[in-house]
């Protein structure tokens, strides 16, 4: 983003990386215009105790970002997507789940609340670009535009921002892509703001207590899910679950059942509402197969060489990626990985930049 003074709208979450995004770039000049996705009515969850829940988009997080824009001087819009977040967020969450995968929920935010129906607001401002607090970085390669990882590898956001097109890169902004939290942290103090000192958001935010199976079924109701726990390679019945949606891959914990080795969660089949289990080596798979992909990169013709991650904490490992008709990708590990779980994201890199990436089927 160039330094001439633009029009910019600023998606504020009520957090210290949003609110520094404003401050800096009303600093530096800018129009800047505040805006704040209501999401989700937090009225309609029944907290114990009056707790509050460290999640993103809560009512207080609204009311940090008004009083943000208020100490900045500059324009504050609040925008309700509840209906929008039900239909493309949360009944996807729950689909998901009930069809044996593992959603991943901050992508699809990021990809239909954020840089979709938000982007749209700015453009309907007349907003030069959309600017958020993700740590990650938009650069100009060549003809395209490059998604790359935020300098602070402990806060690279790059993995949930995958979906990015090329027409949406040229009209969002990272400007703490390069910045360390602790340096931003820095100039939320420099600056006064009120939300220097406040705490990372945890969790999902329309689960603020974390549980996510109680969720479900307030939901989509409990007791309609129940079936057989099942040995990967035998076949051998070894015991029943309330509910094939609690147990995701890779899973030890909690299984309750008596065998010689430990055993995991290796599989859900959803249609015979049956939990499949194993013992560690049946966790390792040697590829993947992606849909929906977004290629940041000229979509290759050939098999590609890249490293893969296959979920936002994992290790890169190297691999093969193959195109395949209909928006789909192949991809072979060159060792095989554990925890492969349909349902969440895999994304390719060469070095820092974001070549692509799908969900795992």
């Known amino acids: 983003m160039t330094m001439n003074k633009k029009r910019i709208v600023v998606a504020m979450s009520g957090g210290v990386d949003s609110s520094v995004t404003a401050a800096l770039l009303k600093e530096q000049g800018h129009e800047v215009i ?16 009056g707790e509050t829940f460290g999640t993103c988009c809560s009512l207080d997080d609204v009311y ?69 607090g993700h740590y990650a970085r938009i650069e100009r ?16 956001q790059s993995y949930f921002l995958f979906t990015l097109t090329q027409e949406q890169m040229q009209r969002v902004s990272f400007p703490l892509g390069g910045m360390t939290k602790d340096e931003v942290r820095g100039h939320a103090a420099r600056l006064n703001l009120r939300v220097a000192e406040k705490a990372e958001s945890q969790d999902i935010c329309f689960v ?29 019945v070894l015991g029943r679950h309330q509910g094939f949606y609690r147990y995701t891959i890779g899973q030890r914990r909690g299984l309750g059942l008596a065998w010689p080795e430990p055993l995991y969660v290796v599989g859900i089949d959803a249609g015979r509402r049956q939990v499949l289990v194993g013992e560690k080596s049946h966790l390792a798979v040697a590829g993947l197969t992606l849909h929906q992909v977004n290629w940041a990169i000229a979509e290759p013709s050939e098999p590609l060489r890249t490293a893969c991650r296959i979920r936002y904490r994992h290790h890169e490992v190297t691999a093969t990626v193959t195109p395949l008709p209909d928006g789909r990708a192949e991809v072979l590990f060159d060792e095989s990985q554990n925890g492969v779980t349909p349902g969440q994201a895999a994304v390719f890199y060469d070095g820092d930049r974001v070549v692509g990436g799908g969900w795992i089927e």
């Open 64 to 132: 940090d970002a008004r009083r943000v824009a208020e100490e900045l001087d500059i324009p504050f819009y609040v925008v309700n997507f509840e209906k929008d977040f039900q239909r493309q967020v949360i009944d996807r969450f729950c689909d998901d789940y009930f069809s044996g995968r593992t959603p991943n929920p901050c992508v699809l935010c990021n990809q239909v609340l954020k840089f979709e129906l938000l982007l749209r607001r700015a453009r309907e401002l007349e907003a030069d670009y959309l600017a958020t």
């Open 208 to 236: 603020p207590d974390g549980d996510y199976v109680r969720f479900l079924e307030e939901e989509r109701g409990a007791g309609k899910m129940d079936g057989e726990i099942v040995h990967v390679a035998s076949g051998q």
């Open 141 to 156: 390669a060549g003809e395209r535009w490059a998604l790359r990882k935020g300098l602070d590898p402990a806060k690279d």
């Open 34 to 49: 505040g805006m704040t996705m209501q999401i989700w009515d937090y009225s309609s969850f029944a907290a114990k105790n």
